[in-house]
């Protein structure tokens, strides 16, 4: 009776502001019997059908996954993709020089002739989702091992794909959902010739940099345009002069409304990777080893990089889109760590486990199967702490030093002459093509100081079994004789022993000195740990799956969600700001009054361009101004994380409000611990992509091919 008294009493207090809940990330085809009618109680106008339907064109033919990385959708009906600008930038890093200067200027295609193509780029469509878990477990009992367990798995699996009804052109794949419990097929189509349209200059794609980043209130318009172009059939195909702008199923109306506090609002897209579920001793150690072990490797190479990047107009293009993406996952983490903190991410987890430990107690078929499960994966995860760290400080040593990672990719082919003289070429083709990009974004001397400064925190931070001999404290003597004898950064020499005969060649390489420090690393890495490592990973999946299967068991009346997995998803919430700590209250959007107030002239990262401050200064909006103003941003409690890049944020009808590009600083860690007091999606308003497309660049004709709406006016 107090209880309901006491519920009644909380209704009460927050009438007309009833609080939904907003975290996860769910999948479209499953929103009719999970979500819909949430959905509409928090102002969906349209239905789940209209999100995802097999038979007829809806929302989900609309959207892409942009090279696997990012998403895009379809804003015209000939083909015309919205991204991000960050998800564009590695395109328009490759199509700029010091003469064509697109990352400082910004780049617009006046006719199809001028669209820019970029090999390797991908959009992919989702046809189609089917559930095959019942196929995928068969046969599949609860005395396999491990790794028994997987093999079934993968041949139920073969046979599923065997079976599946696909077009010829169309491809298919299967994911695991909730750790292993769960597997869905998806059918796709991916198309291959991906150009580039247009993008604003950095100044405002990427206005406030790595400064704002991960940032609000932020006022960045983060947006580019592709374009997708198919055969004459309107099917995928290799890029041609022949082919033609894509016609969609289903294109995305765009919005001039904007929308109010406590709107509804969704992200559709391709959300990369979330740990959701993780064992509080795993939270632990990603707060106290892996991040700050990341963390000090990226900075060091960070700082170096950008004093150079600084000094040199020609090393600021070679390194823009690295530092950019190397940066990004930096910052995240120190975010991550500070919100884990905050928001006592371990402690809420073991309150959660006591509960789960006490229901599975109380019932003794669970307690036969789960009883010890809490107890092994802390053990578990105790037994990995060590050979994750060194997992991790080895990794990120290879990833940023680039004489390391450039010898990686060097020894398969070195190892591939001892097998056979057709494998040697192939990789050797590969490596060449590789090469070509490699050398044009690769600066000596700025590689060289990161080596020095990576290889001696290497030297302090492993135990001595994972020093190659060579190796000192201080290796300032060693990489200098490096970099001057090695032939992994000349340019000429690498290409012209890669010319030479394969035993030639090989032997060449082999004695290279950067190649023979490169295998040593490898080497004592694969001794010390690689074995280890796996076992205790594989020990883990195995946990994991089996926690999982409880938790669904044990917690009926919660309703769950699948971990991110790159997977398309729908995730939905409200607009709304936000108090990140006592005394502050941060608004839902912001305007380009405050582009203003953050410009320094003549700035690395806070510069405006001459023709915006002129457009400010006249109020010279056109229909995309509201009372005088120009929104910017804004942001709402949509649970999203990387790989949204660049999805569509909906309305309650289902147009094109904004794009998302971010999340804001303190509710990083949503990735593993949503907290919907702090946790907001940062999305670019609709209206000020289009106001930068018309008014600032001048490229109407893109705007005039686009579908706007007045949805508030007109009630759809
Ligand atoms: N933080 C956003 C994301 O995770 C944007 C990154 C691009 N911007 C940048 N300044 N590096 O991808
Ligand atoms: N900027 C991220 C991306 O590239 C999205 C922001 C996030 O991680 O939520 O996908």
Same mark, same amino acid.
């Given at each position: 009776m107090?209880?309901?008294i006491?519920?009644?009493t909380?209704?009460?207090?927050?009438?007309?502001?009833?609080?939904?809940?907003?975290?996860?990330?769910?999948?479209?085809?499953?929103?009719?019997?999970?979500n819909?009618?949430?959905m509409k109680?928090m102002?969906?106008?349209?239905?789940?059908?209209? &999100?995802?339907d097999v038979?007829?064109?809806?929302?989900?033919d609309?959207?892409?996954?942009?090279?696997?990385f990012?998403?895009?959708?379809?804003?015209?009906?000939?083909?015309?993709?919205?991204?991000?600008?960050?998800c564009?930038?590695?395109a328009?890093?490759?199509h700029?020089?010091l003469?064509n200067?697109?990352i400082? #200027?910004?780049?617009?295609?006046?006719?199809?002739?001028?669209e820019?193509?970029?090999?390797?780029l991908?959009?992919?469509?989702?046809?189609?989702?089917?559930?095959?878990?019942?196929?995928a477990?068969e046969?599949?009992?609860g005395?396999?091992t491990?790794?028994?367990?997987?093999?079934?798995?993968d041949?139920?699996?073969?046979?599923?794909?065997a079976?599946?009804?696909?077009?010829?052109w169309?491809?298919?794949?299967?994911?695991?959902?909730?750790?292993?419990?769960?597997?869905?097929?998806?059918?796709?189509?991916?198309?291959?010739d991906? $150009?580039?349209?247009?993008?604003?200059?950095?100044?405002?794609?990427?206005?406030?940099?790595?400064?704002?980043?991960?940032?609000?209130?932020?006022?960045?318009?983060?947006?580019a345009?592709?374009?997708?172009?198919?055969?004459? #059939?309107?099917?995928p195909?290799?890029?041609?002069?022949e #082919?033609?702008?894509?016609?969609?199923?289903r294109?995305l109306? &765009?919005?001039?409304?904007g929308?109010?506090?406590?709107?509804?609002?969704m992200?559709?897209?391709f959300p990369g990777?979330t740990?959701?579920?993780?064992?509080s001793?795993a939270i632990?150690?990603?707060?106290?080893?892996?991040?700050?072990a990341k963390?000090?490797? $990226?900075?060091?190479?960070?700082n170096?990089?950008?004093?150079?990047m600084r000094?040199?107009e020609?090393?600021?293009?070679?390194?823009?889109?690295?530092f950019?993406?190397?940066?990004?996952?930096?910052?995240?983490?120190?975010?991550?760590?500070?919100?884990?903190?905050?928001?006592?991410?371990?402690?809420?987890?073991?309150?959660?486990?006591?509960?789960?430990?006490?229901?599975?107690?109380?019932?003794?078929?669970?307690?036969?199967?789960?009883?010890?499960l809490?107890?092994?994966?802390?053990?578990t995860?105790?037994?990995?702490? #060590?050979?994750?760290?060194?997992r991790d &400080?080895?990794?990120?040593?290879?990833?940023?030093?680039?004489?390391?990672?450039?010898?990686?990719?060097?020894?398969?082919?070195i190892?591939?002459?001892?097998?056979?003289?057709?494998?040697?070429?192939?990789?050797?083709?590969?490596?060449?093509?590789?090469?070509?990009?490699?050398?044009?974004?690769y600066?000596k001397?700025?590689?060289?100081?990161?080596?020095?400064?990576?290889?001696?925190?290497?030297?302090?931070?492993?135990?001595?079994?994972?020093v190659?001999?060579?190796?000192q404290?201080d290796?300032?003597?060693?990489?200098?004789?490096?970099?001057?004898?090695?032939?992994?950064?000349?340019?000429?020499?690498?290409?012209?022993?890669?010319?030479?005969?394969?035993?030639d060649?090989?032997?060449?390489?082999?004695?290279?000195?950067?190649?023979?420090?490169?295998s040593?690393?490898?080497?004592?890495?694969?001794?010390?740990?690689?074995a280890t490592?796996?076992?205790?990973?594989?020990?883990?999946?195995?946990?994991?799956?089996?926690?999982?299967?409880?938790?669904?068991?044990v917690?009926?009346e919660?309703?769950?969600?699948?971990?991110?997995?790159?997977t398309?998803?729908?995730?939905?919430g409200?607009?709304?700001g936000?108090s990140p700590?006592?005394?502050?209250?941060y608004?839902?959007y912001t305007y380009l009054?405050?582009?203003?107030?953050k410009?320094?002239?003549g700035?690395?990262?806070?510069?405006?361009?001459a023709k915006?401050?002129e457009?400010?200064?006249?109020?010279?909006?056109?229909?995309?101004?509201?009372?005088?103003?120009?929104?910017?941003?804004?942001?709402?409690s949509?649970?999203?994380?990387?790989?949204n890049?660049?999805?569509?944020?909906?309305?309650a009808?289902?147009?094109?409000v904004?794009l998302?590009?971010?999340?804001?600083?303190?509710?990083?860690?949503?990735?593993?611990?949503?907290?919907?007091?702090?946790?907001?999606n940062?999305?670019v308003?609709a209206?000020?992509?289009?106001f930068?497309?018309?008014?600032?660049?001048?490229?109407?004709?893109?705007?005039?091919?686009?579908?706007?709406?007045?949805?508030?006016?007109?009630g759809?």
């Amino acid at each position: 009776m107090k209880k309901i008294i006491a519920g009644i009493t909380l209704l009460i207090l927050f009438s007309g502001k009833v609080l939904f809940a907003t975290e996860g990330m769910w999948l479209p085809q499953l929103l009719s019997v999970l979500n819909e009618k949430e959905m509409k109680e928090m102002g969906m106008k349209i239905t789940a059908k209209d &999100i995802y339907d097999v038979s007829r064109g809806s929302l989900k033919d609309a959207i892409v996954s942009l090279g696997g990385f990012c998403t895009a959708e379809v804003i015209s009906d000939k083909g015309l993709l919205l991204t991000n600008h960050h998800c564009a930038y590695s395109a328009i890093q490759q199509h700029s020089s010091l003469q064509n200067n697109y990352i400082d #200027n910004g780049f617009w295609a006046f006719s199809a002739s001028e669209e820019l193509a970029n090999p390797g780029l991908t959009a992919t469509f989702i046809i189609r989702i089917d559930e095959v878990t019942q196929q995928a477990l068969e046969g599949v009992t609860g005395d396999l091992t491990e790794r028994e367990r997987q093999s079934r798995i993968d041949k139920n699996l073969n046979a599923v794909r065997a079976s599946a009804q696909k077009e010829s052109w169309q491809h298919m794949l299967i994911r695991p959902f909730f750790e292993g419990n769960k597997y869905y097929l998806f059918i796709t189509e991916t198309f291959t010739d991906v $150009r580039l349209v247009g993008t604003p200059p950095s100044s405002i794609g990427k206005f406030g940099s790595d400064t704002d980043n991960w940032v609000w209130p932020r006022h960045t318009g983060d947006f580019a345009l592709f374009r997708i172009y198919a055969d004459k #059939n309107n099917r995928p195909a290799e890029y041609s002069k022949e #082919n033609v702008p894509y016609k969609p199923k289903r294109s995305l109306s &765009i919005s001039l409304d904007g929308l109010n506090r406590n709107d509804f609002t969704m992200v559709f897209g391709f959300p990369g990777r979330t740990q959701e579920y993780l064992h509080s001793a795993a939270i632990a150690q990603v707060l106290e080893k892996q991040n700050p072990a990341k963390i000090e490797i $990226r900075t060091r190479a960070l700082n170096i990089t950008d004093k150079y990047m600084r000094g040199n107009e020609a090393i600021k293009i070679q390194y823009a889109s690295k530092f950019a993406s190397t940066a990004n996952a930096w910052k995240k983490w120190q975010g991550e760590s500070l919100g884990l903190e905050k928001t006592r991410a371990v402690a809420k987890r073991k309150a959660y486990e006591a509960d789960f430990q006490k229901r599975v107690d109380a019932n003794p078929e669970w307690k036969k199967l789960y009883g010890t499960l809490l107890q092994d994966l802390a053990d578990t995860y105790t037994a990995i702490e #060590n050979p994750a760290l060194y997992r991790d &400080i080895f990794n990120e040593t290879m990833r940023n030093v680039e004489i390391l990672s450039f010898g990686t990719r060097v020894i398969p082919l070195i190892n591939a002459s001892s097998r056979s003289a057709d494998a040697y070429e192939d990789i050797k083709t590969e490596l060449l093509e590789y090469s070509k990009d490699y050398f044009k974004n690769y600066s000596k001397e700025t590689d060289r100081e990161v080596a020095v400064a990576l290889l001696n925190l290497f030297v302090s931070t492993m135990p001595q079994s994972f020093v190659p001999a060579t190796l000192q404290a201080d290796n300032s003597a060693l990489v200098t004789s490096l970099f001057n004898s090695s032939l992994l950064v000349h340019p000429d020499n690498f290409t012209a022993t890669l010319q030479k005969p394969m035993d030639d060649a090989v032997a060449t390489l082999s004695s290279d000195p950067a190649v023979q420090l490169v295998s040593s690393m490898a080497r004592l890495y694969s001794e010390n740990n690689v074995a280890t490592v796996n076992t205790l990973q594989e020990k883990l999946n195995g946990l994991q799956q089996k926690y999982m299967e409880a938790q669904l068991t044990v917690f009926k009346e919660k309703r769950f969600y699948p971990d991110a997995n790159s997977t398309m998803r729908v995730t939905y919430g409200k607009v709304n700001g936000y108090s990140p700590r006592d005394a502050v209250e941060y608004d839902h959007y912001t305007y380009l009054d405050g582009v203003m107030e953050k410009y320094v002239p003549g700035d690395y990262e806070f510069d405006v361009p001459a023709k915006l401050i002129e457009l400010y200064n006249k109020k010279d909006y056109g229909p995309y101004g509201v009372n005088g103003k120009m929104p910017v941003c804004f942001i709402a409690s949509n649970h999203t994380t990387g790989g949204n890049s660049g999805s569509p944020a909906l309305d309650a009808w289902g147009n094109l409000v904004g794009l998302n590009f971010d999340r804001v600083w303190e509710g990083t860690m949503s990735d593993i611990n949503y907290d919907p007091s702090i946790c907001r999606n940062i999305m670019v308003d609709a209206r000020y992509i289009l106001f930068i497309i018309d008014k600032f660049a001048g490229a109407g004709h893109l705007v005039r091919e686009m579908k706007l709406v007045h949805p508030k006016k007109q009630g759809k």
